[in-house]
């Protein structure tokens, strides 16, 4: 009787833990071309201002190191899901799951990291052998600050739309277009 007591409590803890809310919450970014096809991505959202102390953090360069691979959010690696065959940023990207990485650097060129490695946690980063494709991205400062982690599409026309990130003073994008 005491173990079944005691399997109670740690199931009743651990189902505590599990409602809690995580600093950085769930986000999606999706887009759907004129013929119905799409690209869904599911990551995490941190923020400016540490969840802990509420201070606001340097991100690029200090918390996102540069010349490293992030995780592009927090928490479960960055999926990208795309039933339609892309040309994201020039390249050629068959239809299907990835995961997606960020390589930022001092200079401006940062790289959108392209894996076909799935399912995984977002660190650390699972190696350049899993690597589907590293393209450059456009970057450019912000003129205010965005406080949270922030995939969007900014909408194009027909079989083109943009991968934007915003965080903090920067915005990286990159062309995304549909294949036929």
Request: aromatic fraction near 10%.
């Amino acid at each position: 009787m005491r173990k079944l007591s005691l399997l109670f409590a740690v199931l009743f803890a651990l189902s505590a833990l599990a409602q809690q809310p995580r600093p950085s919450p769930p986000g999606t970014a999706d887009y759907k071309f004129a013929d119905g096809k799409h690209i869904a991505i599911a990551y995490s959202r941190p923020k400016v201002n540490d969840p802990k102390t509420g201070e606001v953090r340097v991100v690029w360069g200090k918390l996102v190191p540069w010349g490293k691979e992030w995780r592009m959010g927090a928490n479960e690696a960055t999926s990208f899901t795309t039933d339609s065959n892309l040309t994201v940023g020039g390249t050629a990207v068959p239809a299907g799951s990835y995961t997606l990485y960020l390589q930022p650097e001092e200079s401006g060129t940062w790289k959108l990291i392209i894996s076909k490695k799935t399912g995984q946690w977002g660190i650390p980063y699972p190696g350049a052998q899993d690597d589907f494709a590293r393209i450059g991205m456009k970057t450019s400062k912000l003129n205010s600050t965005v406080p949270q982690f922030t995939i969007s599409f900014d909408k194009g026309t027909g079989a083109a739309t943009a991968l934007v990130l915003e965080w903090e003073n920067t915005r990286a994008s990159i062309d995304i277009k549909e294949a036929k």
